[in-house]
């Protein structure tokens, strides 16, 4: 069985700060995918990245950056210097063989929210 | 701009009867999906398509339906058999097995 599990279920920082949401995962599979996705209050979610398992690099884009540590089955991210705007819920998610790579498996999600 | 459009945004329904939410994509891709999105419990997978004229059941498929006669269209049926439809529903494509997903804005459904 494949799991996802955000156990931050709410997070308020100053705006300004820097914020780590995490993120835990379960799968036996070897080759697997990690994805993030942020609901801001419209209700779409984006997608913000795509990590397969065999790529270990931290990426970091803007203001957010991702640590990617198979060891301990986490893929946190990091956002820097938070703003009002980065205010949503965050999900992370993946995608492995045997769960069926149709089937993706979301976390319960981090509701983030910046204050001004 | 290519994307997903649900369709309404906002529904109500009286128990026992059968709704129809829309969804449109015009990223011409092969793959659709549908989740059904309860707080504090993420997405779950509800039907999903691969190519057209053929789909299969996620995760929580029972008192719902689907069907895919074209590419660009996945409309998602809740029945009355299902018991607890009252939820925010999410489409989502994507271009190929393990690319992000593109959503939707949603469908929030309310049962009176």
């Known amino acids: 069985a494949q799991k996802v599990t955000q156990a931050q279920t709410e997070i308020s920082v100053v705006e300004k700060e820097d914020v780590t949401l995490d993120c835990v995962y379960e799968t036996r599979d070897t080759t697997y995918y990690l994805f993030w996705y942020k609901q801001p209050p419209s209700g779409e979610l984006v997608f913000l990245i795509r990590r397969n398992s065999f790529d270990e690099q931290n990426e970091i884009s803007g203001r957010y950056s991702w640590n990617f540590q198979k060891s301990t089955s986490s893929f946190n991210f990091t956002i820097t210097a938070s703003q009002v705007v980065d205010s949503a819920v965050y999900f992370c998610a993946l995608s492995a063989p045997s769960g069926g790579y149709q089937k993706v498996t979301f976390g319960t999600g981090t509701k983030l929210q910046v204050i001004p | 701009d290519g994307g997903i459009t649900q369709s309404p945004k906002y529904l109500f329904r009286k128990e026992g009867q059968n709704v129809t939410l829309s969804c449109e994509q015009n990223?011409?891709?092969?793959?659709m999906y549908w989740y059904r999105q309860d707080p504090g419990q993420g997405l779950r997978l509800i039907y999903y398509s691969q190519i057209v004229n053929d789909f299969q059941k996620g995760d929580i498929a029972e008192g719902y339906s689907v069907s895919r006669e074209k590419k660009e269209s996945f409309p998602l049926t809740v029945t009355s058999a299902q018991k607890n439809p009252t939820a925010f529903y999410l489409c989502?494509?994507?271009?190929?097995?393990?690319?992000?997903?593109?959503f939707g804005s949603g469908t929030r459904l309310t049962v009176v």
């Open positions: 989502a494509s994507r271009e190929r097995s393990l690319y992000g997903y593109t």
């Open positions: 990223l011409n891709h092969d793959a």
